[in-house]
């Protein structure tokens, strides 16, 4: 029987019932339970292919000789033009397909791909008058791919260089009075070959009346200001680059002698080619030293090619049988004050047997775009480093107590090197790769290319050792002799590895020379490795005397150094060139790219600042106050500072016998 009972009503809040929508909503969309599929996700992103890679060079003739002209006569524009024929080989040319050209990265000596594809532009293919595509690779940029029509036996190639106008957008290697080649950056070449197989005949175009120091030789001229070379493999070419001048001059360093070796000036002035009897009898020492010291060499002749010049950029850079090498204005007519750039010939010298001849495994590459790793440059740079000096001052380009003043300076350098507690030396020799020498906010801490003049001290060290150990029978010329003095006449070049060196330094004298290297190299430190001075009878110490050879370097730098004293090296103008790690102006703030402005209130100059350094040590009371630019702000540096001004030097130790002046004697 149906009756009549009062119902109950639920009343939900608004907030309870869009609570209860809610957890539905969720609930369904977490159990499909109505047969609804969940929604797809969208497919996550995957990479592309990679493109095919460039062809890897094999050791097999490239079919052909390519003929390069290059035009370096627009010094207005700094612009090099360059046509370049490239031989099509049979087989590519019976069917056509694809050719790929390279242009030159990996420039040995340089220890990483600097070349200056930044610089290429123009680039224009033709094979029979016809146009023929090209592209660019867009893993490796440096290779371009070309489409080769069937039939075609040559490609006609043209370019330009578009070299650097200012210093601001790279090294100058032309200017109104004097230019650089280096054939690198002048020519493509085709992939799938070991240079040394790829034959080259190029005509240079030079301005008229100039003349040209380099290691190639020629057949005679084509007419007028252009210049024939011999045909060669693409990489002798590459290893001889050409210094042209205005004002020129050629010195004989060899005379009489069967293997000729020659001094190639060139400058912005005519006066500065004035060397004396005996400024070139000293460079002719150097070929003498060199000769004794390793008795052997590796040329079938040799060219140094010498700038002395404001304008064209700095270089120093080896080849087998020349160098590249740039040195300040003055380096003849102010011989007592440009010392500093004297070793620098030296150094690149020997590098014909140390880098050139000799040459760490990893360095050695079959072409100019095969990447090169620098783990042996500690000899490769750092006893050619240790060589440059030694042969500068047995050759009277440095005296005696100028090498010693220089290794002070490196010795005080590479001792307060803050970075040397947590990167060993050994891993500098990737810093051509990691920074290409770009300017570093803090160089002492982050460290730099230290394998060259660390190395030098390594070197130094094993070479006193060595003469300890034999009771001065044997010393670091005889590694030198037996390890890149073999072969005498070979341009062939003999790589090496750790244990080859470590075999030869015990051919000389039996000794844990592996444990000697791995703990200089691989073990970080708080002091430089400065056992060979304490060996050969020196200690560094400071005073407030200038360093001499600090002084010369300083001037052909245009910088004024307080690195060891306040901690700093300021360029023109007062900015900040370096701060040391942890020195009292790191402690107090100062940057790189800073201008010191004044000094206690006084306009800054260098001897303003010198004469506020001494007043403070003298005081021993009130900071020096230094007012700084950076940018559009100026700021206010307090530095609690009184030791004075210091400067390193190398101090005879009384009753020990004079190593240095040992290895810094000439031969006979």
Same mark, same amino acid.
């Given at each position: 029987m149906?009756?009549d009972r009062?119902?109950?009503v639920?009343i939900l ?11 539905l909503t969720?609930a ?5 339970a109505?047969?609804?599929a ?6 996550q992103p995957?990479?592309l ?7 890897a ?6 079919d052909g ?6 035009d370096?006569?627009?010094?207005a524009?700094h612009i @090099? &033009?360059?046509?370049?024929t %490239?031989?099509?080989?049979?087989? #590519?040319? $019976?069917t056509?397909?694809d050719? +790929?050209? !390279?242009y030159?990265m990996?420039?040995?000596?340089n220890h ?15 094979a029979?008058?016809?146009p023929?595509?090209?592209t660019?690779?867009t893993?490796t940029?440096?290779?371009f791919h070309l489409k080769?029509?069937k039939?075609a036996h040559?490609?006609d ?8 106008v200012?210093?601001?957008e790279?090294r100058?290697?032309?200017t109104p009075d004097?230019l ?5 950056a002048l020519a493509?070449y085709p992939?799938?070959? @070991? &240079?040394?197989q790829?034959m %080259?005949?190029a005509?240079?175009? #030079?301005? $008229?009346?100039?003349?040209?120091? +380099?290691? !190639? ?5 084509t007419g007028g200001?252009?210049?024939a070379?011999?045909?060669v ?11 042209a ?10 005379p009489?002698?069967?293997?000729p070796?020659?001094?190639n000036?060139?400058?912005?002035k005519p006066?500065?080619?004035a060397?004396t009897?005996a ?13 004794l010291l390793?008795?052997?060499h590796h040329?079938?002749h040799?060219d140094?090619?010498?700038?002395? &010049? ?16 740039s040195?300040p204005?003055?380096?003849f007519t102010?011989w007592?004050?440009?010392?500093a750039?004297?070793?620098?010939l ?6 014909s047997?140390?880098g050139?001849?000799?040459?760490p495994a990893?360095l050695?590459?079959?072409d100019?775009n ?9 000899v490769?740079?750092?006893?050619t480093q240790?060589w440059g000096y030694?042969?500068?001052a047995?050759?009277?380009l440095?005296?005696?107590?100028q090498?010693v003043?220089?290794?002070a300076?490196?010795a005080?350098?590479y001792?307060?090197?803050?970075g040397?507690?947590w ?5 500098t ?9 770009s300017?570093l906010?803090?160089?002492?801490w982050q460290?730099?290319e ?11 060290d ?7 150990l034999?009771?001065?029978?044997r ?8 390890f ?8 062939v070049?003999r790589t ?5 060196v ?7 004298q ?8 791995h ?7 708080t ?11 020196y200690?560094l110490?400071?005073?407030?005397k200038?360093n ?6 300083a001037a052909?730098?245009h910088?004024?150094?307080?690195s060891?004293s ?6 023109k103008?007062?900015s900040v060139a370096?701060?040391e ?14 201008q ?6 006084e306009a800054?100059d260098p ?12 005081s021993n009371?009130?900071p020096?106050?230094?007012l700084m ?9 307090s530095?609690l500072y ?8 190398l101090?005879?130790?009384a009753g020990?016998p004079?190593?240095l002046a040992?290895i810094?004697?000439?031969?006979h």
């Amino acid at each position: 029987m149906a009756t009549d009972r009062p119902r109950k009503v639920h009343i939900l809040s608004l907030f309870q019932t869009r609570l209860l929508a809610l957890s539905l909503t969720t609930a369904l969309a977490a159990v499909p339970a109505f047969g609804r599929a969940a929604p797809a996700e969208p497919p996550q992103p995957q990479p592309l292919a990679l493109p095919a890679s460039v062809p890897a060079p094999r050791d097999v003739p490239f079919d052909g000789t390519i003929r390069l002209n290059v035009d370096a006569t627009d010094l207005a524009r700094h612009i @090099f &033009t360059v046509r370049e024929t %490239v031989p099509v080989p049979a087989a #590519l040319a $019976a069917t056509g397909g694809d050719l +790929t050209l !390279l242009y030159p990265m990996w420039l040995p000596g340089n220890h990483s791909p600097t070349g200056p594809i930044d610089q290429f532009g123009g680039l224009a293919v033709q094979a029979g008058g016809a146009p023929v595509e090209w592209t660019r690779d867009t893993v490796t940029v440096s290779a371009f791919h070309l489409k080769v029509p069937k039939g075609a036996h040559a490609l006609d190639v043209r370019f330009q260089l578009l070299s650097p106008v200012s210093p601001e957008e790279g090294r100058v290697v032309m200017t109104p009075d004097m230019l650089n080649v280096q054939w690198n950056a002048l020519a493509l070449y085709p992939a799938g070959y @070991f &240079t040394r197989q790829i034959m %080259v005949q190029a005509d240079l175009r #030079l301005p $008229a009346g100039w003349q040209y120091g +380099t290691a !190639l030789r020629t057949h005679g001229a084509t007419g007028g200001a252009v210049v024939a070379f011999d045909a060669v493999p693409f990489n002798t070419l590459v290893d001889s680059p050409l210094f042209a001048g205005r004002y020129f001059r050629r010195i004989d360093l060899a005379p009489g002698a069967a293997v000729p070796v020659t001094l190639n000036l060139v400058a912005d002035k005519p006066a500065e080619l004035a060397a004396t009897d005996a400024q070139i009898k000293a460079h002719q020492a150097l070929v003498t030293q060199a000769g004794l010291l390793y008795g052997a060499h590796h040329y079938d002749h040799y060219d140094f090619l010498l700038a002395l &010049t404001n304008e064209l950029g700095r270089i120093g850079l080896e080849h087998h049988r020349s160098s590249e090498n740039s040195g300040p204005r003055g380096y003849f007519t102010d011989w007592d004050k440009t010392f500093a750039a004297r070793d620098l010939l030296a150094h690149e010298y020997t590098h014909s047997w140390n880098g050139k001849y000799r040459r760490p495994a990893d360095l050695w590459a079959p072409d100019f775009n095969t990447p090169q790793r620098g783990s042996g440059l500690w000899v490769y740079e750092g006893q050619t480093q240790y060589w440059g000096y030694v042969l500068a001052a047995r050759s009277g380009l440095m005296t005696a107590p100028q090498v010693v003043d220089a290794l002070a300076g490196v010795a005080a350098t590479y001792d307060m090197r803050q970075g040397r507690t947590w990167r060993p030396l050994r891993d500098t020799t990737n810093d051509p790769v990691i920074a290409r020498r770009s300017p570093l906010s803090w160089r002492s801490w982050q460290r730099s290319e230290d394998y060259y003049s660390e190395g030098q001290l390594v070197w130094l060290d094993a070479d006193t050792l060595i003469r300890k150990l034999s009771g001065d029978t044997r010393s670091l010329d005889d590694f030198a002799r037996h390890f890149f003095g073999t072969d005498d006449g070979s341009f062939v070049t003999r790589t090496y590895g750790f244990d080859d060196v470590v075999h030869a330094l015990n051919d000389v004298q039996p000794y844990d020379w592996a444990a000697f290297l791995h703990q200089r190299l691989d073990r970080t430190s708080t002091h430089a490795p400065l056992d060979g001075f304490t060996r050969a009878g020196y200690r560094l110490v400071y005073t407030d005397k200038p360093n001499d050879y600090l002084t010369s370097y300083a001037a052909i730098r245009h910088v004024t150094d307080f690195s060891f004293s306040l901690g700093f090296m300021l360029g023109k103008s007062g900015s900040v060139a370096n701060v040391e790690w942890g020195s009292p102006a790191w402690q107090a703030g100062m940057t790189r790219d800073q201008q010191l402005v004044a000094v206690n209130g006084e306009a800054y100059d260098p001897d303003v600042l010198k004469d506020a350094i001494v007043a403070a040590q003298a005081s021993n009371a009130a900071p020096l106050t230094l007012l700084m630019r950076a940018g559009d702000r100026y700021l206010t540096l307090s530095i609690l500072y009184h030791a004075g001004l210091r400067y390193p030097h190398l101090e005879r130790v009384a009753g020990t016998p004079d190593m240095l002046a040992a290895i810094l004697t000439p031969r006979h």
